[in-house]
């Protein structure tokens, strides 16, 4: 059992720590070219910035499935609209989140 587990456990580990490296590389490439004070602003933004794509995620799970049906019966001024909707769902919930 133990030899099965760590059969399925070793390749997530070794995800989980690249995933850990790839994440931090970008502050530690920041701070060799550039000032403490520059890395200290993009600390602060860019997790600011990642919340933002919540918005996008969160329309994109309404928006495949429903168009995915919709093209299946060759609807396509119905997949405009639907398309058009969700645009301007997303720039609303950008807009108020700012």
């Known amino acids: 059992m133990l030899k099965d587990l ?5 390749p997530l580990i070794i995800t989980g ?3 850990k490296i790839l994440a931090g590389i970008d502050i530690l490439l920041l701070g060799n070219l550039s000032t403490a004070n ?3 602003i993009y ?7 990642s919340l933002l ?3 996008l995620t ?19 001024n119905d997949l405009k609209e639907i398309y058009k909707q969700t ?3 997303i720039v609303y919930l950008f807009c108020s989140y700012l």
Not at 6 to 10: D, G, I, N, R, V
Not at 43 to 49: A, D, E, G, L, R
């Open 38 to 40: 520059g890395v200290g």
């Open 53 to 55: 794509l919540i918005f």
């Open 17 to 19: 720590l690249m995933s």
């Open 43 to 49: 600390n602060v933004i860019y997790p600011i910035s």
């Open 87 to 89: 645009t301007e769902y």
């Open 6 to 10: 760590m059969k399925f456990s070793t």
């Open 58 to 76: 969160s329309a994109s799970y309404m928006y495949m499935p429903i168009s995915s049906e919709i093209a299946l019966e060759e609807s396509f």
